[in-house]
């Protein structure tokens, strides 16, 4: 800004002299300098809202202002010079006031970060919350993980594709053990505290895939198996629940017995025989042709059998 001042006003008729003179027209040039610097800075500050911060280099640093939506309040910076590696952050609150003080930066970085020491206690790191609230890891702003911060019985517990987990890992989805040629497995602990041993399950080479679908009810005594169908299901039965068996009641008087088994007779079935009679006899028996087109075997004693005599059969069939 270039201040012009009309020195043809003053003359040494009013009684000023020129070293007089000249120091009021220095005077008023600052005056005027200072004024006009000072309005323009109010101006700009008005109509930008913008503050430019300039050292003796050309460029500035400039802090701005919202265009829109402001509300008015003060920031109240900390008294003392921070350390290195510190940020600010708002500590307290009032009413159109912010306090700023130095902090720890205490953060994870994206690419890592080192910790001194891992751990919940004072002085450690820990990557979680520190109140009674869920820890939630998402991708693609879908939840994936949480990790229950609630207070309760069910504080702790991990979900994985469930919002709600009802166990210490709760898995919402399928779960897949992968390999890299070797087969992996699913490992049962034994139940002692000091105990390395325990109980796996794996998988053999497959040339597709195999679902089993388990009984909805337990067995209903004891010694029961589990058995399977084509289709995968399993159910319980007890051990000879498929072993065709039955006690045959022959005619009296004969000598040959003709056994209908009631089920296929397949190649390689074998048929186990044996007398029940009164005591103080014995009877020989044996097997002396196998129908499998009609599904039955007939049976040659040593003796005609009477009225009291049984034959008691079993088919065992291959596998």
Sequence with gaps: MTTTIPLYIFTTTHGVTMHQLRVIVYLIGLFVLVCGTALDSRAQSQTTGTLNLRNTQPSTISLSLPQTGVTGYTMLLPAQQGSAGQVLTVSTVTTGQSTLTWADAAYWGLAGSAIIKGGTAAGEQYLGTS?????????????????????????????????????????????????????????????????????????????????????????????????????????????????????????????????????????????????????????????????????????????????????????????
């Design 131 to 319: 109140n009674e609230q869920d820890v939630i890891i998402a991708s693609n702003g879908v939840e994936r993980l949480r990790i229950n911060g609630a207070a309760g019985a069910r504080q702790g517990f991990i979900g994985l594709g469930t919002s709600t987990p009802n166990a210490p890992i709760d898995l919402g989805a399928t779960v897949l053990l992968s390999n890299s040629g070797t087969s992996t497995e699913l490992r049962f602990a034994e139940p002692f505290a000091s105990g390395t041993n325990y109980t796996a399950f794996r998988s053999r080479e497959q040339t597709q895939d195999i679902t089993y679908t388990l009984p909805g009810v337990a067995p209903d005594t004891d010694g029961m198996v589990l058995t399977g169908s084509p289709t995968g299901d399993l159910q319980w039965r007890k051990p000879l629940s498929d072993v065709r068996r039955g006690i045959f009641i022959p005619a009296v008087g004969a000598f040959v017995h003709v056994i209908p088994v009631g089920t296929d007779i397949t190649s390689g079935s074998i048929p186990l025989i044996t007398m029940m009679n009164p005591a103080g006899t014995t009877i020989g028996l044996s097997i002396t042709a196998i129908d499998d087109v009609n599904d039955t075997f007939t049976v040659e004693t040593s003796v005609p059998l009477g009225a009291a005599d049984r034959i008691a059969w079993m088919l065992v069939r291959p596998n």
